[in-house]
Each structure stands twice: as structure tokens, then as C-alpha cells.
T-cell receptor, first 112, second 115 residues
Framework: GDSVTQMEGPVTLSEEAFLTINCTYT??????LFWYVQYPGEGLQLLLK?????DKGSNKGFEATYRKETTSFHLEKGSVQVSDSAVYFC???????????FGSGTRLSIRP | EAEVAQSPRYKITEKSQAVAFWCDPI?????LYWYRQILGQGPELLVQ????????DSQLPKDRFSAERLKGVDSTLKIQPAELGDSAMYLC?????????????FGPGTRLTVL
């Protein structure tokens, strides 16, 4: 069945380091892809999305490119801040439905 | 900025007891979702409403879980009786249209602990 696999955490980086969180998916069609972020004590927030192959989603310095050939949607940021500490979820959604399938989440901790 | 409201934020109960969670979506959002998030995992959809109608409850354990959205606005999720394995975060989300181009907005969740 359809699924999302993302790198296990926790990921710990120093402030201003480069971030990559890997995400790959298994799907029979052409889903939309998302990154959600969950800050401590809060609900999930949409960080960015891409709806078709080669699209790049971006927000708050984060970027991810929809790679159909490698079925990937890796999250990157050039220089992380302490305030980026959170849990990040990769997810997919089909155009024929509105049911999101989430990965298991990656906890990111940034040291000052 | 409009937000999805949920209450209570935390609930501790003993197994075999009944619990209920409430969600108030963003005003004007027709689609409402209930998710369960087990610690260390991503959220899983339990039930989806379009207005007052259920459109997907395939993952809802119907022997003990029930959900309603009587007037197509706020919603209640109930568990009776609660079991130890029900301990999780219960998230509510809403969206305007409910289609694949529509952003789902999540509430802060209700953390349930069953003793």
C-alpha cells in the first residue's frame, strides 16, 4: 500500500548548520507531497507542499523538491535556527481523496 | 488568525471508562477530520466529515469509538470503553473544501492517557 518513509531521529545540529531530512514515498499514482511541522505543545502546521513532479515547495527558508524518478521529497534548509527545533512530518495526498498519509516524524533539535 | 479549537488538552482516565473529546473547526470549513497520533508515529485518520455526513470512517474502531457532527460545525469523538491501547494524541483538523488542493489546519490535540 501507499506509505511514507522518513529518516529516524532525533537529529541534533548546531545553529547555522545545513539541514537535510530525507523522505521517500511509495504510491501507485501521482500524489501531492507535504511537509508538516509540529512545535512542542502545538498542532501540526503545513510547512510546504508540492503538487506535481519537479515542483519545489518553499517556506521560512525550508525547501523540498518533488522527485518522481527517486520518489523522494527531502527537506532542506541552509542555516537552521534554535527556533526550528520541532518534529517534522512528511506526508502524501492523492488527488482523488483528501486522506493524508503521514510518515513517522523526525525530531529536530538545534543547539545554540 | 482563526484556529481549530480542541478540548480538553489533556485527559487521564481508567480503562473501561468513557471519554469524549470536542473540536470546533475554523469557521466556514466544511470538512472536519479526526486523527489519532500514537507516540513516535505520524497521525492516522480515524474519521472524516463533509458537513454533517461521514465520508470516511474505515479506520474507526466502531465497536468502541463514535463520532458525530450533528449540525455540521463542531464535532465530538467518544470512546467507550477506553482501553490501555487508546493512549495517544487525538488531533482534529479542518479544511474549506476537503479536496487534495486544500490545506488541512490542525488543532493542538487532546492527549489521552488510559490507566
Amino acid at each position: 500500500g501507499d506509505s511514507v518513509t522518513q529518516m529516524e531521529g532525533p537529529v541534533t545540529l548546531s545553529e547555522e548548520a545545513f539541514l537535510t531530512i530525507n523522505c521517500t514515498y511509495t504510491a501507485t499514482g501521482y500524489p501531492s507531497l507535504f511537509w508538516y511541522v509540529q512545535y512542542p505543545g502545538e498542532g501540526l502546521q503545513l510547512l510546504l507542499k508540492a503538487t506535481k513532479a519537479d515542483d519545489k515547495g518553499s517556506n521560512k527558508g525550508f525547501e523540498a523538491t518533488y522527485r518522481k524518478e527517486t520518489t523522494s521529497f527531502h527537506l532542506e534548509k541552509g542555516s537552521v535556527q534554535v527556533s526550528d527545533s520541532a518534529v517534522y512530518f512528511c506526508a502524501l495526498l492523492y488527488s482523488s481523496a483528501s486522506k493524508i498519509i503521514f510518515g513517522s516524524g523526525t525530531r529536530l533539535s538545534i543547539r545554540p | 488568525e482563526a484556529e481549530v479549537a480542541q478540548s480538553p488538552r489533556y485527559k487521564i482516565t481508567e480503562k473501561s471508562q468513557a471519554v469524549a473529546f470536542w473540536c470546533d473547526p475554523i469557521s466556514g470549513h466544511a470538512t472536519l477530520y479526526w486523527y489519532r497520533q500514537i507516540l513516535g508515529q505520524g497521525p492516522e485518520l480515524l474519521v472524516q466529515f463533509q458537513d454533517e455526513s461521514v465520508v470516511d470512517d474505515s479506520q474507526l474502531p466502531k465497536d468502541r469509538f463514535s463520532a458525530e457532527r450533528l449540525k455540521g460545525v463542531d464535532s465530538t469523538l467518544k470512546i467507550q470503553p477506553a482501553e490501555l491501547g487508546d493512549s495517544a494524541m487525538y488531533l482534529c483538523a479542518s479544511s474549506f473544501l476537503g479536496d487534495s488542493t486544500d490545506t488541512q489546519y490542525f488543532g493542538p490535540g487532546t492527549r489521552l492517557t488510559v490507566l
